[in-house]
């Protein structure tokens, strides 16, 4: 069964300084990635998906990650957050002709002044 | 383009009432989704539905029932409403099963 483990359940950073969200998954056959930001009390909103090609990819935001097929590895990165990037983000994986997307458990991200 | 709406917003049950939640698209996905997120447990596939006049069942579907009756609406129904059915409860549609899923803001359900 696939499973998207997210393994830093909150992580506090400074304004301006880079970030890096950690996402292992696992799954059998080629993943279909996904990375959602959830600002507090709305829906999730994508920030980048990975389908295939090019293993970094780059969302809305400034944010960018990167497929490791190796490590099964999917993690976000921002050189330098700002504190509108206070949010909880998940990752989340389907496969090739599925439908069940699979989340991982979330990380909240505090940006302090 | 609304996207996906979801209505209501908010509600409180007391335990035993029945509700329905309504989930709308306007981006004539076939693919329509139900979630239930709790603190430390992400998202949870509740049912799902392949296309008009079709549903399934996901990881979580004890307790709930739903219908698509038509293309752009996937209701959510409980029958009888149990305190750990409190949730916030989303609505997500995608054109195809593995692409991206659209998701509303989200009902937030207490029951009591």
């Known amino acids: 069964a696939q499973s998207v483990t997210q393994p830093d359940i909150h992580i506090t950073v400074s304004e301006g300084a880079s970030l890096e969200l950690r996402c292992n998954y696992s799954y059998g056959a080629t993943p279909y990635l996904f990375w959602y930001v959830q600002s507090p009390g709305q829906g999730l909103q994508l920030l980048l998906k990975?389908?295939?090609?090019?293993?970094l990819v780059q969302g809305i935001k400034g944010f960018e990650a990167e497929f490791k097929r190796s490590q099964s590895s999917f993690n976000l990165r921002k050189p330098s957050v700002h504190w509108s990037d206070a949010a909880e983000y998940f990752c989340?994986?389907?496969?090739?002709?599925?439908?069940?997307?699979?989340f991982g458990a979330g990380t909240t991200v505090t940006v302090r002044a | 383009n609304a996207g996906v709406t979801q209505t209501p917003k908010f509600r409180v049950l007391k335990t035993g009432q029945s509700m329905t939640l309504l989930c709308a698209q306007d981006?004539?996905?076939?693919?329509m989704y139900w979630y239930r997120q709790d603190p430390g447990m992400g998202l949870r596939l509740i049912h799902y539905?392949?296309?008009?006049?079709?549903?399934a069942k996901g990881e979580v579907p004890d307790g709930y029932n739903v219908s698509r009756l038509k293309k752009q609406n996937f209701l959510l129904g409980l029958e009888s409403a149990a305190p750990s059915q409190t949730s916030v409860y989303f609505c997500?549609?995608?054109?195809?099963?593995?692409?991206?899923?659209?998701f509303g803001p989200g009902t937030r359900l207490t029951v009591l």
């Open positions: 990975y389908f295939s090609g090019d293993t």
């Open positions: 989340a994986v389907v496969g090739d002709n599925d439908y069940k997307l699979s």
């Open positions: 997500a549609s995608s054109r195809q099963g593995s692409d991206t899923q659209y």
């Open positions: 981006m004539n996905h076939e693919y």
């Open positions: 539905s392949v296309g008009e006049g079709t549903t």
